[in-house]
Protein backbone atom coordinates (compact mmCIF):
# COMPACT_ATOMS: atom_id res chain seq x y z
CA UNK A 1 0.00 0.00 0.00
CA UNK A 2 2.79 2.43 0.90
CA UNK A 3 4.34 2.47 -2.62
CA UNK A 4 1.43 3.46 -4.97
CA UNK A 5 1.34 6.25 -2.16
CA UNK A 6 4.48 7.29 -2.81
CA UNK A 7 4.30 7.55 -6.55
CA UNK A 8 1.12 9.06 -6.11
CA UNK A 9 2.94 12.03 -4.55
CA UNK A 10 5.81 11.13 -6.84
CA UNK A 11 3.69 12.13 -9.93
CA UNK A 12 2.05 15.16 -8.31
CA UNK A 13 3.94 17.58 -11.35
CA UNK A 14 5.25 20.13 -8.83
CA UNK A 15 6.92 17.10 -7.41
CA UNK A 16 8.79 15.87 -10.51
CA UNK A 17 9.49 19.05 -11.75
CA UNK A 18 11.72 19.52 -8.44
CA UNK A 19 12.73 16.09 -8.54
CA UNK A 20 14.47 16.71 -11.94
CA UNK A 21 16.50 19.33 -11.16
CA UNK A 22 18.21 16.71 -8.65
CA UNK A 23 18.35 13.97 -11.33
CA UNK A 24 19.67 12.90 -14.85
CA UNK A 25 17.53 12.14 -18.41
CA UNK A 26 18.03 8.76 -17.72
CA UNK A 27 16.31 8.55 -14.46
CA UNK A 28 13.43 10.51 -15.49
CA UNK A 29 12.71 7.45 -17.34
CA UNK A 30 13.02 4.87 -15.17
CA UNK A 31 10.84 6.87 -13.47
CA UNK A 32 8.10 6.86 -15.85
CA UNK A 33 8.92 3.04 -16.60
CA UNK A 34 7.97 2.54 -12.57
CA UNK A 35 4.04 2.82 -12.89
CA UNK A 36 1.48 3.68 -15.18
CA UNK A 37 0.76 6.73 -12.89
CA UNK A 38 4.64 7.72 -13.18
CA UNK A 39 4.20 6.77 -16.79
CA UNK A 40 1.29 9.20 -17.33
CA UNK A 41 2.54 11.85 -15.71
CA UNK A 42 5.74 11.96 -17.00
CA UNK A 43 5.66 10.88 -20.77
CA UNK A 44 2.06 11.11 -22.31
CA UNK A 45 2.15 14.66 -23.18
CA UNK A 46 5.29 15.84 -25.39
CA UNK A 47 5.24 18.82 -23.41
CA UNK A 48 5.66 17.72 -19.84
CA UNK A 49 8.02 15.33 -20.78
CA UNK A 50 10.62 18.13 -22.59
CA UNK A 51 9.98 20.19 -19.64
CA UNK A 52 11.25 17.55 -17.12
CA UNK A 53 14.00 16.73 -19.08
CA UNK A 54 15.01 20.68 -19.68
CA UNK A 55 15.40 20.65 -15.79
CA UNK A 56 17.39 17.76 -15.65
CA UNK A 57 21.46 18.26 -15.79
CA UNK A 58 23.93 17.16 -18.55
CA UNK A 59 25.04 13.35 -17.90
CA UNK A 60 28.30 13.79 -19.35
CA UNK A 61 27.68 10.83 -22.44
CA UNK A 62 28.69 13.57 -24.86
CA UNK A 63 32.16 13.32 -23.69
CA UNK A 64 31.82 9.58 -23.29
CA UNK A 65 31.32 9.47 -26.77
CA UNK A 66 33.98 12.26 -27.92
CA UNK A 67 36.45 9.74 -25.67
CA UNK A 68 35.99 6.54 -27.41
CA UNK A 69 35.48 8.05 -31.16
CA UNK A 70 38.79 10.71 -30.98
CA UNK A 71 42.42 8.85 -30.88
CA UNK A 72 44.69 10.71 -29.09
CA UNK A 73 48.31 10.92 -31.25
CA UNK A 74 51.32 10.02 -30.20
CA UNK A 75 52.20 13.20 -29.62
CA UNK A 76 49.95 13.74 -26.72
CA UNK A 77 52.02 10.76 -25.25
CA UNK A 78 55.06 12.07 -26.26
CA UNK A 79 54.84 15.47 -25.06
CA UNK A 80 53.25 17.18 -22.16
CA UNK A 81 50.11 17.78 -23.72
CA UNK A 82 46.70 18.45 -21.68
CA UNK A 83 43.41 17.35 -22.50
CA UNK A 84 40.38 19.97 -21.46
CA UNK A 85 37.76 17.66 -22.29
CA UNK A 86 35.39 17.69 -19.61
CA UNK A 87 31.56 18.10 -18.84
CA UNK A 88 30.14 20.99 -17.96
CA UNK A 89 28.42 19.50 -14.82
CA UNK A 90 31.69 17.77 -14.29
CA UNK A 91 33.53 21.65 -14.44
CA UNK A 92 34.59 22.90 -10.96
CA UNK A 93 32.45 25.30 -10.19
CA UNK A 94 29.79 23.70 -12.72
CA UNK A 95 29.15 25.21 -16.29
CA UNK A 96 25.60 26.09 -16.38
CA UNK A 97 25.88 26.62 -20.09
CA UNK A 98 23.51 23.85 -21.08
CA UNK A 99 20.21 23.22 -23.45
CA UNK A 100 17.87 20.89 -24.09
CA UNK A 101 18.83 18.87 -27.31
CA UNK A 102 16.81 20.30 -30.50
CA UNK A 103 16.06 16.58 -31.59
CA UNK A 104 15.37 14.70 -28.10
CA UNK A 105 15.21 17.69 -25.37
CA UNK A 106 17.62 16.19 -22.93
CA UNK A 107 20.01 18.37 -21.37
CA UNK A 108 23.35 18.84 -23.05
CA UNK A 109 26.28 21.15 -22.21
CA UNK A 110 28.75 22.86 -24.41
CA UNK A 111 31.12 20.22 -24.19
CA UNK A 112 28.85 17.29 -24.98
CA UNK A 113 26.97 18.68 -27.74
CA UNK A 114 27.86 18.92 -31.24
CA UNK A 115 31.01 20.53 -32.65
CA UNK A 116 32.43 20.85 -35.96
CA UNK A 117 36.16 20.72 -34.75
CA UNK A 118 36.49 20.56 -31.17
CA UNK A 119 39.68 21.91 -30.05
CA UNK A 120 40.42 18.95 -26.92
CA UNK A 121 43.86 19.41 -26.36
CA UNK A 122 46.99 21.84 -25.85
CA UNK A 123 50.37 21.59 -24.82
CA UNK A 124 51.64 25.09 -22.97
CA UNK A 125 54.63 27.05 -24.41
CA UNK A 126 58.00 26.37 -22.95
CA UNK A 127 59.48 29.50 -23.11
CA UNK A 128 57.82 32.93 -22.97
CA UNK A 129 58.29 33.94 -26.93
CA UNK A 130 56.72 30.83 -28.05
CA UNK A 131 53.22 29.92 -28.60
CA UNK A 132 51.35 27.02 -26.91
CA UNK A 133 50.08 23.92 -29.33
CA UNK A 134 46.59 23.26 -30.15
CA UNK A 135 45.19 20.39 -31.61
CA UNK A 136 41.60 18.27 -31.98
CA UNK A 137 39.00 16.34 -33.67
CA UNK A 138 36.85 17.00 -36.64
CA UNK A 139 33.08 15.65 -35.51
CA UNK A 140 33.62 12.38 -34.30
CA UNK A 141 36.67 11.22 -36.54
CA UNK A 142 38.86 9.72 -34.93
CA UNK A 143 42.38 11.28 -35.94
CA UNK A 144 43.21 13.89 -33.92
CA UNK A 145 44.61 16.99 -36.01
CA UNK A 146 46.82 20.19 -35.39
CA UNK A 147 44.77 23.64 -34.97
CA UNK A 148 46.39 26.95 -35.28
CA UNK A 149 45.36 29.51 -33.17
CA UNK A 150 44.75 33.61 -35.04
CA UNK A 151 47.92 34.41 -32.78
CA UNK A 152 49.81 31.35 -34.69
CA UNK A 153 48.78 33.73 -37.93
CA UNK A 154 50.05 36.64 -36.18
CA UNK A 155 46.62 37.79 -36.24
CA UNK A 156 44.99 39.59 -32.92
CA UNK A 157 43.28 36.64 -30.94
CA UNK A 158 43.17 35.83 -27.16
CA UNK A 159 43.98 32.07 -27.06
CA UNK A 160 47.00 32.72 -25.69
CA UNK A 161 45.74 34.14 -22.11
CA UNK A 162 42.99 30.99 -22.55
CA UNK A 163 45.13 28.06 -23.27
CA UNK A 164 43.32 25.96 -20.99
CA UNK A 165 40.07 26.73 -22.44
CA UNK A 166 38.34 24.95 -26.03
CA UNK A 167 38.32 27.03 -28.42
CA UNK A 168 35.60 24.55 -30.59
CA UNK A 169 34.73 25.77 -34.13
CA UNK A 170 37.75 28.13 -34.57
CA UNK A 171 40.92 29.07 -35.95
CA UNK A 172 42.36 27.44 -38.73
CA UNK A 173 43.22 23.46 -39.66
CA UNK A 174 45.61 21.84 -40.33
CA UNK A 175 47.12 18.21 -40.81
CA UNK A 176 46.53 15.16 -38.84
CA UNK A 177 49.14 14.85 -36.56
CA UNK A 178 49.87 10.68 -37.08
CA UNK A 179 49.50 10.35 -40.94
CA UNK A 180 52.44 11.56 -42.79
CA UNK A 181 50.08 13.07 -45.15
CA UNK A 182 50.85 17.17 -45.29
CA UNK A 183 48.42 19.83 -46.84
CA UNK A 184 47.55 23.68 -46.43
CA UNK A 185 45.85 25.13 -43.51
CA UNK A 186 42.13 26.30 -44.15
CA UNK A 187 40.29 28.50 -41.97
CA UNK A 188 37.70 26.27 -40.14
CA UNK A 189 35.29 29.24 -40.36
CA UNK A 190 35.33 28.90 -43.85
CA UNK A 191 34.60 24.94 -44.26
CA UNK A 192 31.68 25.02 -41.86
CA UNK A 193 29.97 27.89 -44.02
CA UNK A 194 30.42 26.20 -47.19
CA UNK A 195 27.28 25.18 -49.24
CA UNK A 196 27.29 21.85 -48.88
CA UNK A 197 24.74 21.47 -51.77
CA UNK A 198 27.39 23.30 -54.33
CA UNK A 199 30.03 19.96 -55.28
CA UNK A 200 32.69 19.18 -53.40
CA UNK A 201 34.00 21.14 -49.94
CA UNK A 202 37.48 21.62 -51.83
CA UNK A 203 39.17 23.76 -49.46
CA UNK A 204 40.63 27.04 -50.25
CA UNK A 205 43.71 25.50 -51.11
CA UNK A 206 42.37 23.06 -53.89
CA UNK A 207 44.50 22.52 -56.67
CA UNK A 208 42.05 20.14 -59.11
CA UNK A 209 43.09 16.69 -57.31
CA UNK A 210 40.29 14.16 -57.05
CA UNK A 211 41.06 13.34 -53.59
CA UNK A 212 40.29 15.76 -51.14
CA UNK A 213 43.09 17.36 -49.06
CA UNK A 214 43.92 15.88 -45.45
CA UNK A 215 43.13 18.77 -43.86
CA UNK A 216 39.45 18.81 -45.51
CA UNK A 217 39.31 14.79 -45.29
CA UNK A 218 37.26 14.65 -42.36
CA UNK A 219 34.56 17.00 -43.09
CA UNK A 220 34.45 15.49 -47.01
CA UNK A 221 33.15 12.07 -45.57
CA UNK A 222 30.19 13.87 -43.79
CA UNK A 223 29.29 16.42 -46.59
CA UNK A 224 30.11 13.80 -49.40
CA UNK A 225 26.90 11.80 -48.03
CA UNK A 226 25.01 15.00 -47.23
CA UNK A 227 25.09 16.85 -50.58
CA UNK A 228 23.58 13.48 -52.26
CA UNK A 229 20.05 14.10 -50.12
CA UNK A 230 17.44 16.59 -49.96
CA UNK A 231 17.02 18.79 -47.34
CA UNK A 232 13.65 17.73 -46.37
CA UNK A 233 15.05 14.85 -44.76
CA UNK A 234 18.00 16.22 -42.81
CA UNK A 235 16.14 19.08 -41.07
CA UNK A 236 13.61 19.77 -38.82
CA UNK A 237 10.41 21.64 -39.52
CA UNK A 238 11.30 24.96 -37.99
CA UNK A 239 14.59 25.08 -40.05
CA UNK A 240 12.53 23.39 -43.42
CA UNK A 241 12.02 27.56 -44.32
CA UNK A 242 15.32 28.31 -44.68
CA UNK A 243 15.77 25.57 -47.34
CA UNK A 244 14.38 24.54 -50.77
CA UNK A 245 12.06 21.79 -50.35
CA UNK A 246 13.54 20.14 -53.61
CA UNK A 247 17.00 19.98 -54.97
CA UNK A 248 20.40 19.02 -53.27
CA UNK A 249 20.84 20.38 -49.67
CA UNK A 250 21.54 23.94 -49.35
CA UNK A 251 22.99 23.47 -45.70
CA UNK A 252 26.03 24.64 -44.63
CA UNK A 253 28.06 22.63 -41.57
CA UNK A 254 27.36 25.45 -39.36
CA UNK A 255 23.37 25.63 -39.89
CA UNK A 256 23.55 22.02 -39.17
CA UNK A 257 25.64 21.41 -36.23
CA UNK A 258 26.09 24.35 -34.64
CA UNK A 259 22.73 27.09 -34.87
CA UNK A 260 21.03 23.84 -33.92
CA UNK A 261 21.85 22.52 -30.32
CA UNK A 262 22.58 18.93 -31.32
CA UNK A 263 23.73 16.04 -28.59
CA UNK A 264 26.20 13.64 -29.31
CA UNK A 265 23.99 11.10 -29.48
CA UNK A 266 21.35 12.08 -31.87
CA UNK A 267 24.43 12.94 -33.95
CA UNK A 268 25.47 9.46 -34.60
CA UNK A 269 21.78 8.62 -34.81
CA UNK A 270 21.93 11.48 -37.66
CA UNK A 271 24.51 10.18 -39.37
CA UNK A 272 23.27 6.64 -39.42
CA UNK A 273 20.29 7.81 -40.66
CA UNK A 274 21.37 9.22 -44.07
ZN1 LIG B 1 27.98 17.42 -20.55
ZN1 LIG C 1 19.68 14.59 -28.58
ZN1 LIG D 1 20.56 19.60 -44.96
ZN1 LIG E 1 19.52 22.64 -46.81
Not at 184 to 201: F, P, V
Amino acid sequence: KSLPHLLQILTQYGILECLATHLFAKDILSLARTAKAAHQAILCSRESRLNLLKKTSCDGIGVRIRQVSHRKSKFFYAFDCRDNTRCGAAQEPPNSEMYPCVSCGVTTCQECRTHCVYQSHYQLADEEDELPCFSGFVLLDEHEMAILSPEHLRESGSWTTTVSLPHHDQGFLDSPLDSGAFSSIELIDEIIDTNLGDGELKGTNWSGSPHPSAVVQAFWKVSERRKRNLCKGCFEDTMLAACPSQGPCCCTLRSHFLDRWLCLRCYQREEKSI
